[in-house]
């Protein structure tokens, strides 16, 4: 969990997402059983939890669209770990951990995410920013969100943004 501290200076917002298909899928006339094909094999490659965790990240990708922000990257990698997402909010640089649970059995998905996941986060925040300071000239700000999405069996997804958890 991220003490006090660390949560001072940040902000929450939850919203309840009402369906599961992107919209850019929608828009691009994808059918329900191409969709429920592609989980499928999501679910057969990695397993239910790694299914729960893509549906997580595409949720919360297009959350952050919807608000404003422009995705630079997903699931990039280096050596020192993984960048769920990369996004731009104006000038600044958001690297944000997703997390996503289908209960609460063990806490929300934002407790997840640990003083020392944070400062994971802060360092592959630089090594992303080493690797594509082109692509980002006008940065002035870093900061760390997670986006924490809860996917019960019954009901609407819900998603919780916290922002600037670490910066």
């Not at 949560?7 to 929450?12: C, K």
């Not at 952050?64 to 997903?74: A, E, N, P, T, Y």
């Amino acid at each position: 969990m991220l003490s006090a501290a660390v949560l001072a200076g940040s902000t929450t917002e939850v919203v309840k997402v009402t369906d599961s298909v992107p919209a850019a899928a929608r828009s691009h006339g994808v059918c329900a059983d191409v969709v429920s094909k592609a989980v499928a094999s999501v679910v057969a490659k990695g397993g239910v939890a790694n299914a729960v965790g893509a549906y997580g990240e595409r949720l919360a990708a297009r959350y952050l669209v919807d608000s404003g922000m422009q995705i630079l990257d997903r699931n990039w990698r280096c050596d020192q770990g993984e960048v769920d997402i990369v996004a731009l909010d104006g000038t600044c640089l958001v690297i944000v951990e997703v997390k996503t649970r289908r209960s609460l059995v063990f806490g929300s998905p934002a407790e997840a995410v640990t003083v020392a996941k944070a400062s994971r986060l802060r360092r592959l925040a630089a090594c992303w920013l080493a690797g594509h300071r082109s692509l980002v000239d006008s940065v002035s700000d870093i900061r760390i969100d997670v986006v924490g999405v809860l996917r019960p069996a019954q009901g609407p997804a819900q998603i919780e943004h916290l922002v600037a958890v670490a910066t």
